[in-house]
């Protein structure tokens, strides 16, 4: 048998092996938590930075959940409720949750939604399985010590956060609920994306009939949106030895995420000496770094182009809306009544019962995104999420946080095949930078989909990369691939890789232009769309890569001031554009406030604020550019603005009308009105939103006659790594939100401030380095 073979057929026997034990009985000791023989030491450094120090992953996992808690208990025992399904219990059935979880608009969703997960015990089963299909052995002690730190810190008394001090939810939790976490986490692109969808779908109980989904047109312009989302995006640029100074690699990091919610970044370095030796940030409740450094290899995500999830649609039996065809026989739905206790008015619970509907091919949904999908007497939709059945996530970070090379990184991503919505770009110190899309994606290749899309899901799959499938036949269900761990993904070798001497880049569209020297090309249109526009904060960071290569080659503080120029690509292009149409408008101030502005989105930067309210209601125009998009100039078109569109005319003075009304000053400095609130304190920000194409993301809700008070998302977990040859990175990093939630915390906006002033924290790496911190903190913890 060739190697090939013999790889297909050894991943094949252990998929079918960890199957077989995903369906066992559920071992009790993932419910049990105990400390004993578990220690660890944190050192706190400058803006409470803990590095973690254990002799075994129990006792990292120790160490770091009790650091964790200690910073952010309150909004970490928020997701354990949420993921139990006891929302409504605690907060009241129509409430709305924080959506870090999923897209749920109430807590009654929410709770419908996760008590129906928990109720099926597939966390449970997935948890109990062996690796690769479920956690590796070190995953297992990590959770473990994760949840026993957790809990040493809330038995101590600690917690001073008024958001959660003294509540009737503030409880212990699990390994189980370290592993729901991440469950939930890799279903965000899925299942958790159409919560409301899932738990409110149920049979028709008029006569209505005919085809149920939308006109074609109008499913098909809805597809378009499906995965534009401004709550998570990133940048991240990985430059390698042919464009580096000192010939080794240099990587940008810069996730763009909720600053509030329970997905926030937090700040930590890893060790266990000889074992493991990994800096950077995780999401609230990971057990281990998600983004960041070893001695010799750095990495980030962003979020990634393809569609995670595909749909089915049913066609019902007759005078049955809950029976459908599948190789010409009639097969009913399954059901599931799931119940939760509502805390009513008066404080009394009662319980709340709703039904849920399953197909073989996954729950119904009756839309998603704009694409409605009604549930009628003729057919229904199901959604098949594979991340649905992924618990590999943190087997993928902790690989990652174990790797010493580029080439390390995708042999862990291939052989974990955890990472559920995101891309990785990465750098390493021999002076590699790498593009890998390895992500969960449903097994629809352009040749499956061909053969099983319905006729509206060859219009999506175009549009979005969304397939919907027939499910009149079975085998139009997504099968088990070559080399893959779990059944219905698609083969790991089918994504796009791109390893660079020079540079890679993404920020948040598809592979196709990672190194515009090197479009990638032929793949498989449900991983991403080729030879289409890009947005202007992919053409912004491509250009200003180009343009320091032009200069000279990077260095780390190249790469710094790349990403904090606050660059406004929509006013490099339209700016000069826009004052010659005011003038030719006749409006004045305007114009002169235009001419003037510096063209950035710095927290100073004088008609930044006007042109930001403008372009954002120009972007309408369909005749905004002269010349249009041109796949053989994808990084310059569209360009060219027209003076002449009166919907951009309109905009402009809609725009003066707006600030005059909300007596805001036309030239007012950005920062006066972009701003948050910490404490007290106001904190001006610089920045921008998507729409302007700005890197250093920031978007926030308009406040008429105030202006952007609160950020919602934006520029999260920065970090700019450089190596330089020995064994501790040059590194500088931001946490623009700051390590903690607690407004009774010194580390409350320590670094928001820092963020203010485009300031950097000195990352302390080898452990003489942070021996040597100023203020240094030493907390040592033993398990009874």
Known sequence: MSRTGLR???????????????????????????????????????????????????????????AAAKDNACLIAQGVVTLRGERSRYFGPDASPDRALSSASTNLASDVFFTGVNDSGIVERLAAAPAPYGPT????????????????????????????????????????????????????GGSGMVTDQITEAAPPSGARAGTGAQSLEKAAEGARGLLTNTDMGSNAIAVGADATANGRGVLLGNPHYPWHNGRRFWQMQQTIPGELDVSGAALLGAPSVNIGHTSTFAWSHTVATGVPFSLTELRLAPGDPTSYFVDGRIEKMTQRRVTVQARQPDGTLKPVARTQWRSRYGPIVTSVSSIGLPWTTWNAYAITDPNATNLRLANTSLALDKARTTGEAVRALKQTQGLPWVNTIAADSRGKALFAQIQVLPNVTNAFADRCNSLLGHLTLRQAGLAILDGTRSSCAPGKAPGTVQPGILDPDRYPVLTRGDYVTNSNDSYWLSNPGKPLTGYDRIIG???????????????????QLAESRFTRTDMQDLVFADRNHAGE???????????????????????????????????????????????????????????????????????GSWAARKALVDAVDELRTSNIPLDAPLGEHQYVTRNGERIPLGGGSEDLGVLNKIEAAWTPGKGYTEVTTGSSYVQVVSFDGDACPDTRTLLTYSQSADPTSPHYADQTRLFSKKGWVAERFCSGEIGRAPGLRVVTLTGN
């Open 573 to 643: 292009l339209a700016a000069a554009g826009t004052v010659e149409m005011c003038r030719d408008m006749r409006l004045g101030e305007p114009c002169d406030v235009l001419a003037k502005w510096d063209g950035t989105a710095d927290a100073g930067s004088r008609g930044a604020l006007l042109f930001d309210r403008y372009w954002r209601k120009a972007l309408s125009a369909w005749d905004l550019w002269r010349t249009p998009f041109d796949a053989s100039d994808p990084v310059r078109t569209p360009r060219g603005f027209n003076t």
């Open 8 to 66: 297909a057929a050894g991943t094949a026997a252990v998929a079918a092996a960890a199957l077989s034990a995903a369906l066992a009985p559920v071992s009790p000791s993932v419910a049990a938590v105990g400390e004993r023989g578990m220690s660890a030491t944190v050192r706190y450094t400058e803006y409470g930075i803990p590095h973690i120090t254990a002799a075994d992953y129990a006792g990292l996992g120790y160490g770091t959940g009790y």
């Open 529 to 547: 769309d080729e030879k289409t526009a890009r947005t202007l904060r992919t053409r912004s960071g491509i250009v200003s890569v180009q343009d």
């Open 137 to 188: 052995g070190d995953v297992r002690e990590l959770s473990r010590g994760w949840a026993a730190g957790y809990n040493r810190y809330l038995r101590e008394g600690g917690v001073a956060d008024p958001a959660c001090k003294g509540a009737a939810w503030l409880k212990p939790i699990t390994a189980l609920d370290v592993y729901r976490r991440g469950y939930a986490l890799a279903m965000l």
